[in-house]
């Protein structure tokens, strides 16, 4: 069950429609989940900005790593061009590689791009190999290519799926989350979604309720009681109908980051924690034709973006608080060992919450 | 009260004794308050690492902008060279070139100091202009110059004092704070304390206690309910006795960020939140003779930081509830109309902290 | 005279009307001069965007550090905002909190900024503490608010004068120096102006002719040969009327940079090196309606800004060789120590490019 | 011929013996290069720190985005960590995803790294498209392991090949160039190299001679004359054995930055302008007991790295003239096209070199 249902609702601002990123129009998602054999655990999540060709058709993306001890690609060019030219693929750490050629394949073969010979392929990534035999390489490019294939608007599987099959978060099963936040008229009324990977760790807090401490699960608990490894890494893509500039959407990618924070992350030396944001409006879009010559582009300003601020934060938090309550347990098998990244138990939540 | 008489706890870690920045041994704060005639209400607060002259013996430190919207100087030296050659000093908005120039004064007449004729003052700011009828310019170098002088070690004012004086926070009075945290022997043993001027806002949340949403005041509320200003800025001092680098100082100072998200924090566009991080190990102390030559500096390593993050990040978050819970109303006057912050009701917070 | 009656004509493109950054049209600059006492030798230098309230009027900016070593005030602000909220004050390095004070000053007595209680200030500073006896502190806010009011259009002072009195080039007497570029109609068209307070060394190079090596004078030379100092700073003030985004005005500062390393800097760890860069294209200034909602900004496109990346490098290029061939000897008296900035030899500098 | 037996000798201090990145003990080369049917004029070049698994005994390092549009992997871990924990591999931009999939692979595969679960690939890249039909993807991770195995330390082959098989610059043939600097024994002895992947523009300067303009061949001539272009990347690596922490790493590979403006880069918007400077010192390894508790490191100071910084700058200027000259003419022939890049002609330099 989602968060919503069981009572956590972060925040002050509303949640849209599907709670999910793709409320904001033309956000598209697809997933692959890879279960194979007794180790492999792992998959790839998929977020295309909308429908049309993104080479040709850049949306205004910010990129923001809390800590950058992690593997995402093509960092430097969205911070240089304030862009994105390709869809985001998020996957597990060793499949990178993989990942770039297979958004590169995807590019080059768009209709429109024959003469295109240079893409900037950007790729999130958390270590999955708690649960993922992750040196076995047991995802390519081929289900990559499927998962942008398959992309489709409308609600988005969360939990223990695509590029959060193996993941772990807080001592528990981690995965995909997704939630999303609008706005009231007299703020403007767009839409903030985010999408989450959570495999990161700390003392889990849901909605202002210490989960890890009460559970006894959470990170040095060792040193005071029963630890969590607090490394792992989050990747957060956030997506917003408003017209931000690359900057401010670079300011959006920060607030991210508070949502995790509210969670209780640790954000530890381990953790490859980054954001990236990205807008649609239609008067921000770069396409080809204002990509070529003196153009006019909305811009909604400094004095007025931080409600939006407040939904990257709240979207975030509660995105993560579904990746929790949606994962279902995963048993695997690694170098002869079993492992298992169980479930946070919801009937125990359920008890923690009907206290407060 | 401070706030963990209150019962308000948050965290996994230990507070060291005095539960200030001051538990960092040789850290010392020195404070000024300025209430002068109907509308001055401010100050400056000031924090040397050591008692040493800090031009010559430099700490390595680290600094992190969540968001740039602020007026804090110093910052490119201390991210260029990764070192203070100052103190620290904190004030409103409009009174950072005075409190440049109180620091250049205090440096240049310290002995040993005849032949210097650069120095990079690190002040940082936060604009108590609701209650500070700050365009008066109320504060001049002369009261910076005496926080320098009487700074000590021991305990620290906390609430309506120093840079505290005139600020407010998530709608309430606002101020200095401080605390701190020691890790577990295992994990180094050192000592992370925080000191905070908070004047920022969002929807307070108090070790997991959502206080806004309960009593109906926080950032956007009118659109949904009574509306508290996001606007303000927080500054966070963070000191520490392990032998942290530079990088590391500064990843530090990222997560003191983590500590004020948790308190529900807006970081809104014209919030300019500034973190400042060092280090006061022997070992990592830039003396003269190790400046001049090849020099060996201690270093806790990479893999091991994870516990000072984590104590960073609670160290922070009860420096601000320590900021609201001793702040005291204050009243002021500013262009004929009379403006009052006033401290968060302890009564009524200790009905909801009763209730959880 | 200036670099280009010498024959140094760096660069492919033409330079403007003036070669100087008033070309960009509605820029004005502003130069005090303060010779006092045996030892002070040191001034001021304004630079305003436009006409109009700048704080009102808001023109995009940005700003790169290519060595922090130095105390400009304002960066953090400019780099979340992007954009200058007040003219543009250089001076001595010591002398920055007066600056601060009177850009704050000046700002709050506009027409119209009657509620205005945040002021970004933004001041550039290099040392000329070998000429001026800077530890005097000979300048005060008064000069610099005099810098501002007589601002103006029209050919600029270059040289000993203003900001460079006191400064010191690869061993030479340093100064102020400006320059501009001109684009043919089908780049464009536009303007690019740069300024600079020239405060560096490294080993002279005035459009290809090593001179510094030439003449025998350069940073390390006491070590292959007769030393130069290389610490000491720059500050590269850039101007252009094309609409550019804050972010390529961020790329924009990067290059002037680049015209800086053609001039044989060494980028020395003492020398702070910063570039700022802003548009004044009526299309990018954020307006007071403007900022206050959705509205729509020209923005000239990634694609198409390398030709003026070419104008900012050469401007900046001249901008030196100027500041140079303009200034001056100086001489001076610093605790009791008679010291002497000489002037380039512009006859030996004849003979050098004679043979070329 | 290199371009100092041409006469070509930028800057003020000596080479080293190789005048090669080799020069920096324990620096290892391996180059590929790929040549294959009509069109596949491309290869790979890797540089090794040392002669351990770099893995386990990590280089600090620090890398630099002069211009950001490029593809280069591994950047927000060195830069958050500030080490290298693999191998450079330098490649053509649509091959960087087979090029983290190697080093992965080869990291994976070390003695010792049979836990080892996380690997940041750093890659460099320029578009060699131009002579090198980038879209059949004529290079492998094959060529990529086959360039690791073979690195050796010694001279290093330049011009067109690895790396450079396929890159142009300044509207001739680029390449591979690498050389290096050494300190005087008084400034402490050290050896810097650079190695450069040259695939940039502008108006090609050497030395100070124009030698673009003079051949009438250069960024914009069409505006003014015959047009070279000016996108296409550089990529420089430097390595130094001076104990230098991650910071003053990353201020060296800014200095690298200098040396190519100096050859007379347009720092274009399309080129991908990247610096990654590495150090050798014993005791600045990471080594692993090093990285397990707190230990000590050799550190050289702020306040002679100076020295160093015109050692990157000269030697990168250097390794630039060397790729120029040392390339050869490439041949190819893509989408049907005949396509050459004719190495600049070293008789014709010559009389302009006699000239001066």
């Known amino acids: 069950r989602r968060a919503r249902e069981l009572g956590l609702a972060p925040g002050i601002l509303p949640p849209g429609p599907l709670n999910a990123i793709t409320d904001v129009a033309g956000v598209r998602v697809g997933q692959v989940t890879v279960i194979a054999g007794e180790g492999t655990r792992t998959g790839v999540t998929a977020i295309l900005p909308h429908a049309q060709n993104p080479f040709a058709h850049r949306v ?75 040196r076995a390489r047991g995802i390519g490019a081929a289900e990559m290519r499927d998962a942008l294939a398959i992309a489709a608007p409308g609600p988005v599987a969360e939990g223990s799926v695509g590029a959060g099959t193996g993941t772990m978060a807080f001592g528990w099963k981690g995965g995909i989350g997704t939630a999303s936040r609008v706005l009231p008229p007299a703020l403007g009324g767009w839409t903030v979604g ?48 408003a017209p931000l500039s690359d900057r401010n959407l670079q300011r959006l990618a920060r607030r991210a980051m508070a949502g995790i924070a509210r969670t209780g992350a640790a954000f530890s030396d381990g953790s490859g924690d980054y954001a990236i944001a990205f807008a649609t409006h239609p008067e921000v879009i770069r396409a080809p034709e204002k990509r070529a010559a003196e153009a006019r582009y909305a811009e909604w300003p400094n004095d007025r973006v931080s409600p939006l601020f407040v939904a990257a934060i709240e979207a975030t938090e509660e995105a993560v608080l579904n990746a929790l309550t949606m994962a279902t347990t995963v048993e695997s098998r690694i170098g002869g060992r079993r492992v298992t990244g169980r479930a946070l138990p919801l009937d125990r939540l359920a008890e923690l919450l009907a206290r407060r």
């Open 60 to 134: 205004p993306a910010g990129v923001f790593a809390m800590n950058g001890f992690g593997k995402m690609a093509g960092v430097t060019q969205v911070q240089e061009l304030g862009e994105l030219e390709t869809p985001i693929l998020l996957t597990n750490t060793l499949a990178v590689g993989r990942a770039v050629e297979a958004l590169v394949d995807w590019t080059l073969a768009q209709p429109g791009n024959e003469a295109v010979r240079s893409v900037n392929a950007v790729v999130g990534e958390t270590n999955d190999g708690r649960l993922n035999d992750i």
């Open 194 to 241: 985010a999408l989450v990977q959570a495999n990161y760790g700390g003392a889990l807090v849901m909605d202002g309720v210490p989960v890890g401490r009460l559970l006894g699960r959470y990170f040095l608990a060792d040193h005071v009681a029963q630890q969590a490894d607090a490394d792992g890494s989050v990747v957060v893509v956030v997506a917003t109908d």
